[in-house]
């Protein structure tokens, strides 16, 4: 848990951010933003419109009204007389690369090693010369404890071991903040420790992070600031102990009551 203090334009926020799907509106006006080396865990019941603001923010899909901006500046569309101007995919695909995501599901190629998957990213995203692109990568797999797994293929390696690799592949990019959906939600219990080790020791060592989770424990360890989401709002966010300790909210109340 990073315990710096800072008082400047936070790393990412969303303003007002409202996205439907068939009519339905799933995020109604969500306020939310993270200051450079905080990690805030997201709570919240299925299809409360949590994993949906990631991928907002992610720029993987567009917002219908509201604002994302990182380090101060606003990405994913500009306002034009009014008017929502989405960005093109090409400038998209430049303002991903400060944002890293992890997701429930590895999403590794099958055909290609462990290196392999996280040299990709290097050298496709950033164009970074193959040899570069190499030394690089297995480096950031020597982080997440996988070094000596670096020729194996998804097949060849755990449900924890493949999640790590994603994790490996997204932070080779060097993000300004890492967003993760559910990172352990499809993994077997026994292989959930290895991740979320990982995953300390990411926010131990100062990354801005987004966790959505339903690893209360995690959340209690490693985050700054905790997030109950429910019907498309944040219904509260506090520190870890009184979030847990002294709910104010009743519907935070009721859900802590379920996943204790």
């Given at each position: 848990m990073s315990t710096e203090t800072v008082n400047t334009v936070p790393t990412?926020?969303?303003?007002?951010?409202?996205?439907?799907?068939?009519g339905t509106e799933v995020l109604k006006g969500v306020e939310f933003q993270i200051n450079k080396g905080q990690v805030k865990a997201v709570l919240g019941p299925s299809g409360s419109g949590k994993s949906t603001m990631l991928r907002l923010m992610a720029l993987l899909e567009p917002a219908d009204r509201g604002e994302i901006s990182l380090d101060g500046n606003r990405i994913g569309a500009s306002d034009n007389n009014g008017r929502i101007a989405h960005h093109s995919e090409r400038r998209l695909a430049v303002q991903r690369r400060d944002i890293g995501m992890v997701f429930q599901r590895f999403n590794l190629f099958p055909h290609l090693n462990a290196l392999e998957n996280v040299v990709l990213a290097l050298t496709e995203v950033q164009k970074v010369g193959k040899a570069e692109a190499r030394e690089r990568a297995f480096m950031m797999l020597n982080k997440v404890g996988l070094g000596d797994r670096d020729r194996h293929f998804p097949s060849e390696l755990s449900g924890g071991q493949q999640q790590r690799v994603a994790i490996a592949r997204a932070l080779v990019l060097n993000p300004h903040v890492m967003l993760f959906d559910e990172p352990t939600?499809?993994?077997?219990?026994e292989l959930v420790g290895e991740v979320l080790e990982v995953m300390e020791n990411l926010a131990a060592g100062g990354m801005t992070m987004i966790v959505v989770t339903h690893e209360v424990k995690f959340a209690r360890r490693a985050a700054d600031e905790v997030t109950l989401f429910d019907s498309g709002v944040i219904v509260e966010q506090a520190e870890p102990g009184e979030f847990f300790d002294n709910p104010q909210h009743e519907r935070t109340k009721q859900f802590?009551?379920?996943?204790h």
């Open positions: 990412l926020q969303v303003s007002n951010l409202h996205k439907a799907y068939n939600s499809a993994l077997d219990p802590l009551s379920h996943v």
